[in-house]
């Protein structure tokens, strides 16, 4: 019972991992963390992300021109684009070395030991990656929020909203962390080992048959 709920739980672990990982890479890289529709205009929908503001015209037709600084960038953007970069690389490696460590795995096949500690890494890597990708996604949703309610910015003016990266960006971080979690979990040990016997204890003797002569005591001293 406890092979099997080992191996279920590393394949969920791994699946969760690898879905994690790739809903990251989409958030990272699409230009939907915030998404505007002028009042004005309502033909037009602008979106921004980390590398690029787009606008779609109702023929279809996106134009996307990429930020012309980083350093004009503001600071949640600039910190996002780190925090999510990180995370990829956390990701990549968790995964490598929570691969090396499954019982399925020829890798360290002789040493049960270090695949174990191979998971643990995996699972800590993973866990770490998840958190580097909440925290961005949560900090430019909150500085949406407050954008969307200063009561110092005229009602005329466009607010930016939620865009679907926001929501990805939550569910990667999330789902990265789960796997990264039960990864960690089915490296833990489930057999308790038995405590050894104190020192001095001895097992009690077996019973003598009729007939049978008791064998003399150890260390005893012969009698001439």
Not at 96 to 104: F, H
Not at 199 to 207: D, K, S, V
Request: hydrophobic share 50%.
């Amino acid at each position: 019972m406890a092979g099997s709920w080992r191996a279920t739980a590393q394949a969920g672990g791994m699946l969760l991992a690898l879905l994690g990982w790739v809903s990251s890479c989409v958030t990272t890289f699409v230009p939907l963390w915030k998404s505007l529709s002028l009042e004005l205009n309502e033909l037009e929908v602008w979106t921004m992300g980390l590398w690029q503001v787009c606008v779609a015209h109702e023929e279809g037709a996106v134009e996307c021109r990429p930020h012309a600084s980083f350093l004009a960038l503001p600071p949640a953007l600039r910190v996002s684009r780190l925090l999510m970069c990180l995370s990829l690389g956390l990701g990549l490696l968790g995964g490598l070395l929570a691969a090396a460590g499954l019982e399925g795995w020829t890798v360290c096949g002789d040493r049960p030991r270090r695949k174990r500690r191979l998971l643990l890494a995996g699972g800590a890597a993973l866990g770490a990656a998840g958190t580097a990708t909440l925290a961005p996604v949560s900090w430019v949703a909150y500085n949406t929020v407050l954008d969307f309610w200063d009561d110092s910015i005229p009602d005329i003016v466009p607010r930016w909203e939620f865009g679907e990266a926001t929501f990805l960006g939550w569910f990667a971080g999330a789902v990265l962390a789960t796997g990264g979690l039960l990864l960690a979990c089915s490296a833990c040990p489930t057999a308790t080992n038995t405590p050894p016997a104190p020192a001095g204890h001895q097992l009690p003797a077996p019973p003598t048959l009729p007939g049978d002569h008791p064998p003399p005591p150890k260390n005893a001293d012969l009698v001439i």
